[in-house]
T-cell receptor, first 117, second 113 residues
Framework: GAVVSQHPSWVICKSGTSVKIECRSL??????MFWYRQFPKQSLMLMAT?????????EQGVEKDKFLINHASLTLSTLTVTSAHPEDSSFYIC?????????????FGAGTRLSVL | QKEVEQNSGPLSVPEGAIASLNCTYS??????FFWYRQYSGKSPELIMS????GDKEDGRFTAQLNKASQYVSLLIRDSQPSDSATYLC?????????????FGKGTSLLVTP
């Protein structure tokens, strides 16, 4: 099946710093990628939809200036958590739709666990 | 607010038994439904997808869809301890949402030896 690579898998940072997370589709092209966040014992919540070559669409309550998304190519989307604070500590997961495959299927990255001290 | 509801569990079944997981959704226009398995600390893994009313079988897994009742279920036959995980029901949104997935909170399954 299609593979989505997400890096880093774990990051620990000090409060106030910025963290960049990369999401790559390794063997397929994805015009649309999705960013989810999951707090402990909770389900995945969609943060934003990343569209290649255009601005991301953010869900209600997600600050676009805090969570910067760039989707510059058909295989790469990045999420930057700016001025991270302890309440941003969470499990961030990206997913991508394969244009050339079964378009309704989303493939997930392995996730990034962010801990802000 | 489009909702996906699941019983959080935990659902405990003995090894070899059938595990039955249920999900209801609120958006009557939904067309695509998925079951994901998530182990603790890991990313979701796709188990089944279903788009039409009725049953869809894949190995030990059977997904059932009833659009009139807005109900999706997953049956796991011959449950194994390795099936112990959280099972997430996901419903795909419309093209307006970019086909994003709306997840339920998940049902924790424990298969006891």
């Amino acid at each position: 099946g299609a593979v989505v690579s997400q890096h880093p898998s774990w990051v620990i940072c000090k409060s106030g710093t910025s963290v960049k997370i990369e999401c790559r589709s390794l063997d397929f092209q994805a015009t649309t990628m999705f960013w989810y966040r999951q707090f402990p014992k909770q389900s995945l919540m969609l943060m934003a939809t990343s569209n290649e070559g255009s601005k991301a669409t953010y869900e209600q309550g997600v600050e676009k200036d805090k969570f910067l998304i760039n989707h510059a190519s058909l295989t790469l989307s990045t999420l930057t958590v700016t001025s991270a604070h302890p309440e941003d500590s969470s499990f961030y997961i990206c997913s991508a739709r394969d244009l050339g495959g079964v378009v309704n299927i989303q493939y997930f990255g392995a996730g990034t666990r962010l801990s802000v001290l | 607010q489009k909702e996906v509801e699941q019983n959080s569990g935990p659902l405990s079944v003995p090894e070899g038994a059938i595990a039955s997981l249920n999900c209801t959704y609120s958006d009557r226009g939904s067309q695509s439904f998925f079951w994901y398995r998530q182990y603790s600390g890991k990313s979701p893994e796709l188990i089944m997808s279903i788009y039409s009313n009725g049953d869809k079988e894949d190995g030990r897994f059977t997904a059932q869809l009833n659009k009139a009742s807005q109900y999706v279920s997953l049956l796991i036959r011959d449950s194994q301890p390795s099936d112990s995980a959280t099972y997430l029901c996901a419903v795909m949104g419309s093209s307006n949402s970019g086909y994003a997935l709306n997840f339920g909170k998940g049902t924790s399954l424990l298969v006891t030896p």
